[in-house]
């Protein structure tokens, strides 16, 4: 009785681990699935830039960071098409090699992006992805550059400008203009790379009898986030407000922080770039490099969120001027280019805009080791199963070392199954032999965990990098896999889409995931069967388990696993061939 006691509790133990497993790997899938974030309510308000005085200020005083003067709710009507406020015309049109759209003449706003390279889906007609929207507009999301000042007009939301020069483009720069009834004028030259960084030149040209105090600066305004579950803050990636500031990356502020904080906002005292981030895009505003600045990340109305910094106020003689320069950067969150940022433009830190979190050490080298054999074979599904080579291959000693320790592990069986029938009753006194065992023979028992435990930061640095890096988006592998970043579309459940309905993730079997079971189970059938009942029975359920487990993964991700089970069964087979005496009947 009390020996099955003890198998009952070990069954237990192992059981329960098992459920432990699974819950912590799949309760993000579970509970996007069954437990989506409620849809915000669509946007109905338009935010104003600033406009009128400032308090009084005087030179060298940090700027008080301005608020956006708010208009009345408009109603849910007063929302029209993007293509309907886009035709209003007072518009210089945005060209370049990576992104199209337009800058607004009412309010110099930045407020019309799109992404020449990206595709909102797969499908062969899909239209480019959308960064920026007018206001005025569902989910509208903007830039604006402006000026604070005393007792002097400044040019605020609806200032309509003058242009000089007709299109944007890397090669034109344009230039904005207004002049207030004072004589002060208000210039703007923005300029553009080939990339997604604006420049803005902001001038302020003192034509008046007095001396004016102004601070200049440059907001990122967004009303809505993302409804997509997909598209939204989890453990794993962050979404939402970002940015170097007061020396550091803010990765650990939301949405709903923002609106928590008080009276709204979150300020900081130095920065060297804020914005918000989605999970492939970037929106953020940056001062000139080494620049003083303050900033806020801000909710000034009910889902409507902002970044925003500011200059100290600077005192501007008669007839002298003042320039600032502010950057915009509005694009894809390419790793490279990212980089080459904060090199050449020594924006610090804006590669970190990638959540990559405490393994970035890790995941940097895995992504850029994909990236480079991607460029070599192109096709990320052939360089997936490239990389699983090579780790295999850099592993390869230490898996001769872990099929050594089995085998010795094989061939002192019958000493320990002695061991345990002699000491059954007196648990300490079995495990004190065995450990005496284990020195005597020179086994380490722990040696086959070893592989086990690499493989473990490899997983998860390949994860990280399918699910964050925009180079993986959309990249398709042969036949019915069109995106490895996304899961398998093929679900046994539907009949592989014959059925007209969707199963949730926990049950989204595709084809991947029954390879996937299926080379796991041929891998545990080649291991030395175990000698305890209960490890047997975990052993043969565990393929399956892991089956529904990884099945709402990303593809590129059960690729990887299932190229490295075929390479293990091939290496089993050969380390089989060195130690014959490890080979043991398949379980059954």
Aim: with cysteine.
């Amino acid at each position: 009785m009390r020996q099955k006691s003890v198998d009952d509790n070990k069954r237990n133990m192992i059981t329960a681990i098992l459920l432990s497993v699974a819950i912590l790997i799949g309760w993000n899938f579970v509970a996007a699935e069954f437990f989506p974030t409620p849809d915000k309510p669509d946007v109905t308000r338009t935010v104003a830039g600033t406009n009128g005085a400032a308090p009084a200020a005087t030179p060298g005083q940090p700027a008080a960071l301005p608020a956006p003067g708010m208009p009345a709710p408009t109603t849910a009507q007063a929302i029209r098409p993007i293509e309907a406020v886009l035709a209003e015309g007072n518009r210089i049109p945005i060209d370049t090699p990576a992104i199209k759209g337009s800058i607004n003449l009412v309010g110099a706003r930045i407020d019309d992006i799109t992404l020449s390279k990206y595709r909102q889906t797969i499908k062969k007609n899909s239209p480019p992805v959308r960064l920026f929207a007018p206001g005025g507009t569902k989910a509208a999301y903007f830039a604006s550059i402006g000026w604070s000042a005393q007792g002097i007009a400044v040019p605020g939301a609806n200032t309509v400008w003058t242009a000089t020069g007709t299109k944007l483009t890397p090669t034109t720069p344009v230039t904005l203009s207004w002049t207030n009834a004072t004589g002060q004028t208000f210039r703007i030259e923005y300029s553009i790379d080939a990339n997604y960084l604006i420049t803005a030149k902001q001038t302020i040209a003192n034509m008046g009898a007095a001396p004016v105090n102004a601070s200049s600066f440059a907001l990122i305004d967004r009303l809505g986030i993302p409804t997509d579950p997909h598209e939204q803050d989890s453990y794993t990636i962050h979404v939402g407000p970002t940015g170097f500031l007061d020396g550091k990356t803010i990765i650990d502020t939301d949405y709903d922080d923002v609106e928590e904080a008080p009276n709204r906002s979150v300020r900081y005292n130095s920065g060297a770039w804020l914005g918000f981030s989605d999970k492939y895009w970037l929106a953020a505003v940056v001062p000139a490099k080494g620049e003083r600045i303050t900033a806020a990340i801000s909710s000034p109305a009910a889902n409507n969120y902002q970044t925003l910094f500011a200059r100290d106020f600077t005192q501007v003689a008669p007839g002298k001027q003042v320039t600032t320069t502010s950057r915009i950067f509005a694009g894809a969150k390419e790793v490279y280019t990212l980089q080459r940022y904060e090199n050449d433009q020594g924006i610090t830190r804006l590669s970190n805009a990638i959540d990559w979190g405490w393994f970035e050490f890790f995941e940097v080298p895995i992504f850029k080791l994909l990236d480079w054999l991607f460029k070599q074979v192109n096709n990320f599904g052939v360089a997936i199963m490239a990389l699983t080579l090579i780790i295999r291959l850099a592993m390869f000693p230490i898996a001769q070392r872990q099929f050594g320790s089995m085998a010795q592990m094989r061939l002192v069986q019958p000493k320990m199954k002695a061991l345990q029938d002699r000491y059954k009753d007196d648990k300490p006194k079995m495990q004190q032999e065995l450990m005496k065992l284990y020195k005597d023979e020179k086994i380490n028992p722990l040696a086959g965990c070893l592989p086990i435990l690499i493989q473990i930061p490899i997983f998860y640095a390949l994860y990280k990098v399918l699910m964050l890096t925009i180079e993986m988006r959309h990249q398709p592998f042969i036949l019915w896999i069109k995106d490895l970043s996304a899961p398998d579309p093929l679900h046994i459940l539907n009949l592989f889409g014959l059925l007209p309905f969707t199963p949730p993730s926990i049950l989204s079997i595709g084809v991947l995931a029954v390879i996937l079971g299926i080379t796991m189970f041929l891998q545990f059938r080649l291991n030395p069967q175990a000698t305890d009942p209960v490890q047997q029975q975990v052993f043969k359920i565990m393929p399956w388990l892991f089956m529904f487990i990884m099945a709402p993964f990303a593809a590129g991700l059960l690729l990887y696993w299932i190229t490295n089970n075929i390479l293990s069964i091939a290496q089993q087979q050969w380390m089989y061939r060195k130690f014959p005496q490890l080979k043991a009947a398949p379980t059954t």
